[in-house]
T-cell receptor, first 114, second 116 residues
Framework: ETGVTQTPRHLVMGMTNKKSLKCEQHLGHNAMYWYKQSAKKPLELMFVYSLEERVENNSVPSRFSPECPNSSHLFLHLHTLQPEDSALYLC?????????????FGNGTRLTVT | AQSVTQLGSHVSVSEGALVLLRCNYSSSVPPYLFWYVQYPNQGLQLLLKYTSAATLVKGINGFEAEFKKSETSFHLTKPSAHMSDAAEYFCAVSGWSAGNNRKLIWGLGTSLAVNP
């Protein structure tokens, strides 16, 4: 498999549930990202990992918890979410973080919080 | 702080017509500018990237963009639209985050419709 793979593609969860989003990249990149895409808003960078170390956390609520066990895998753990957290969550990777390297995106997880 | 403005949230063209999607950035010259495309139910895909080597940048699928410093613009064009070009297009420029790391500043996107 090539590129960036995200699972699941769709997720519906209640406000009290705990779930996780998974991302895997097969490109040999050193940086991985979580973005949130909502209608009528610019893409929001949530977290950046470089060589498994978190290098950026853009004031994201603690109900979102990232995990990067190795340079190929990235998780986003979700708990006690709010309806306004419903969005498309995109994972991306790049050769290096913060150097202008193009981003390679997965197809996203469409999250609906009920 | 860097900002990106995409003029026109929706653009509609006829098949075979010129495609012009506009992007303007704030005054300080960013080192990198990008155009990404997002097809329905997919993630974003890089169309092209400006890195100061040449002001006219050619990308995939027949798209190109011209960097104009005097106009602070990086408009995307394609001479002849194809039905398969219908998608959302995003302009992005590199900026600086609070942690002094380079990060992308995104426009709101332009939805391109191509009519038969």
């Amino acid at each position: 498999e090539t590129g960036v793979t995200q699972t699941p593609r769709h997720l519906v969860m209640g406000m009290t549930n705990k779930k996780s989003l998974k991302c895997e990249q097969h490109l040999g990149h050193n940086a991985m990202y979580w973005y949130k895409q909502s209608a009528k808003k610019p893409l929001e960078l949530m977290f950046v990992y470089s060589l498994e170390e978190r290098v950026e956390n853009n004031s994201v609520p603690s109900r979102f918890s990232p995990e990067c066990p190795n340079s190929s895998h990235l998780f986003l753990h979700l708990h006690t979410l709010q309806p306004e957290d419903s969005a498309l969550y995109l994972c991306a990777s790049s050769q290096e973080a913060g150097t202008g390297s193009p981003l390679h995106f997965g197809n996203g997880t469409r999250l609906t919080v009920t | 702080a860097q900002s990106v403005t995409q003029l026109g949230s929706h653009v509609s063209v006829s098949e075979g017509a010129l495609v012009l999607l506009r992007c303007n950035y704030s005054s300080s010259v960013p080192p990198y500018l990008f155009w990404y495309v997002q097809y329905p139910n997919q993630g974003l895909q890089l169309l092209l990237k400006y890195t100061s080597a040449a002001t006219l940048v050619k990308g995939i699928n027949g798209f190109e963009a011209e960097f104009k410093k005097s106009e602070t613009s990086f408009h995307l064009t394609k001479p002849s639209a194809h039905m398969s070009d219908a998608a959302e297009y995003f302009c992005a420029v590199s900026g600086w985050s609070a942690g002094n790391n380079r990060k992308l500043i995104w426009g709101l996107g332009t939805s391109l419709a191509v009519n038969p």
